[in-house]
């Protein structure tokens, strides 16, 4: 990941050292201790409201967004983007109040399944499918030909997840694809509606959608309506985040 800005390096797993054996490997990177963003979602089940708070699903997608935005300027498709694949760690824990990204501390981890696209001509598609069946993207199911599509389902997936707790199911209406779930009590509908709709509807490889341009319409919506609350929701998933660290020890 040396082609990422030193700036953002932070954002991604750092390995100090690898081990190869004959019948597996291990890499040593960074601690990360607060366990992952698939442990923080299964930490609000036991809470009143049952999932996570919409101030910090839309902190965590704006900041996916910008990892998956910055990966994808170094030519590499993650291939593998999923809620057990980013983590929470002592930077995460340790903001003070002065400090605008709530979402700081996350960290995507796991480039197994990735692809540098410098080593293939430009315009290489794929036709392979993925073994984790929840997380095959629509041009998977179709068998469409794909490349960077298939992170922007697993952001997709993995906002759905913050949202209801459940890992996402897609449906084809008419040609349309769509999260299998009910949206009408959803906060934002109309937004998370067309976040969906364009993570899910890419017309083809050579026409992606900017994610950028999503990003700042997160942000905005962000700004005109949690800026003010998103603090107090943070410190309290930090409390549930110790208190399930104190407990698996």
């Not at 190869?20 to 923080?40: E, M, R, Y």
């Not at 030519?75 to 990204?101: T, V």
């Not at 299998?180 to 937004?191: A, I, S």
């Not at 208190?243 to 020890?249: A, F, N």
Request: hydrophobic residues 40%.
């Amino acid at each position: 990941m040396e082609r990422l800005k030193p700036t953002v390096q932070h954002m991604f797993i750092k390995f100090y050292s690898a081990h190869f054996f004959q019948n597996g490997s291990i890499l040593v990177g960074d601690l990360h201790s607060c366990g992952t963003l698939l442990n923080a979602i299964n930490l609000y089940k036991s809470t009143p409201e049952k999932v996570m708070p919409q101030a910090l699903v839309i902190s965590f997608a704006i900041r996916m967004l910008f990892m998956v935005e910055q990966v994808h300027s170094c030519e590499i498709i993650h291939g593998d983007i999923k809620p057990d694949n980013f983590i929470l760690g002592n930077r995460f824990l340790e903001q003070d109040d002065s400090d605008e990204d709530v979402a700081a501390g996350l960290a995507l981890i796991d480039l197994g399944q990735s692809i540098d696209m410098k080593l293939f001509p430009k315009g290489t598609t794929f036709t392979a499918k993925c073994e984790t069946s929840g997380f095959q993207c629509t041009e998977m199911l179709s068998n469409k030909p794909w490349n960077y599509q298939v992170d922007y389902f697993g952001v997709a997936a993995t906002v759905y997840c913050m949202l209801f707790g459940t890992y996402m199911k897609v449906k084809n209406e008419g040609g349309i694809w769509k999260p299998d779930g009910l949206f009408r009590r959803l906060p934002h509908l109309d937004m998370w509606n067309e976040f969906f709709h364009i993570m899910l509807n890419i017309p083809d490889c050579r026409h992606l959608p900017s994610l950028d341009l999503l990003r700042q319409k997160l942000k905005k919506l962000f700004e005109q309506h949690y800026s003010s609350k998103v603090r107090t929701l943070r410190n309290r998933l930090i409390v549930l985040l110790l208190e399930c660290k104190r407990w698996r020890k």
